[in-house]
């Protein structure tokens, strides 16, 4: 093992160009822009191009992390992608992106679905692979184009949704006590059926019944996954701060995963920590998955949220229902 720190050494987001407003989106389903900004905060999201394929995000997202990491693609070993939305079943995005990037073909790439704690997952895994000794610099990509997956004409889950990617650059620092200094991941496989797509995998495989009845499409419980959102993302945050011995109000900036803004305020009061001490782009954005923790902490970095020493907890959960955090020494 390794005795030297994991450091994030830059990080990089993407967000296609198209805006798709409440307002817009209230044309063509029966909801509104007051609905839903009073239920989940949200006020547009971004909608990838026809053609853009999640590789497309993920590549754009890269580049920006290696030009802030001040590394080359001919510098990563590890190429781990988070993602649900895959440009196609097999094989996987990162051997994609690998490709378009000109990552090197010793390179390890894989995918990895941890649906919208997939980010976190993405960024354990990366650690411990480099704590191995064996991997110089890792590039972690959370990217989705989730509004392929969404149905469309369903209001109760498509104003929540959409598209985008995040990407850091992970390597090693000789200064102690930096980076990563601590992860919490975990799953309740009992919850599966409170958010999947049912249709489309080897279970039920495709067909045009399964199709016409929108089985490839997300479906969801919202008011159950709320809940137990609410309680994973507490759980999370207090297992991994009571671990390292820190209280809440030592933590700089929360970035929590940008499901809904309610949410986000519930974990805010649980913890007993202002909410202008958590990170929030879920307005802009809506719920982007494994690139929503990315997308945010690229953001929260290049509008000087983030400075030298602060502490920052990363917090999500998702599908699964995965959740997990992060605590990082910067
Ligand atoms: N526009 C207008 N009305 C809508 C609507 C929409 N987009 N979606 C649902 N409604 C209606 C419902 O049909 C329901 O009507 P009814 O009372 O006549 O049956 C009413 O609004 C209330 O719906 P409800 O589901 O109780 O709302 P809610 O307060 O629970 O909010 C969510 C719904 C989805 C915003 C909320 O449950 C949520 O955010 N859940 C967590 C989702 C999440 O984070 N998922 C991602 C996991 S990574």
Redesign the pocket.
Known sequence: MSPLSTVILGTGSYAPGRILSNAELSQT????DE??RT??GIRERRIAAPGEATSDMGVHAARRALADAGLQPADIDLLIVATITPDMPMPATACIIQQKLGVPTNAACFDLNA??TGFLYALDTACAMLGSGRYRHALVIGVEKLSTIVDWKD??TC??FGDGAGAVVVGKSPVPGLGLIGTKLGALGDSVDL?CIPGGGSNAPATAASIAAGSHFLK?K??E??KL?VRVMDEAARDILEQHHLRADQISLVIP?Q??L??IEAISAYLELPLERFFVNVDRYG?T?AASIPLALDEARRTGRIKSGDLTLLVA???GLTYGSALIRW
Request: net charge positive; aromatic share 10%; hydrophobic share 50%.
């Open positions: 389903v029966d909801t509104s609905w839903i239920r989940s649906a919208c209001r109760t104003v929540l958010l969801m919202g008011k996954v709320f959102a995963h499901a809904n309610r949410i719920n998955s959960f998702g599908a």
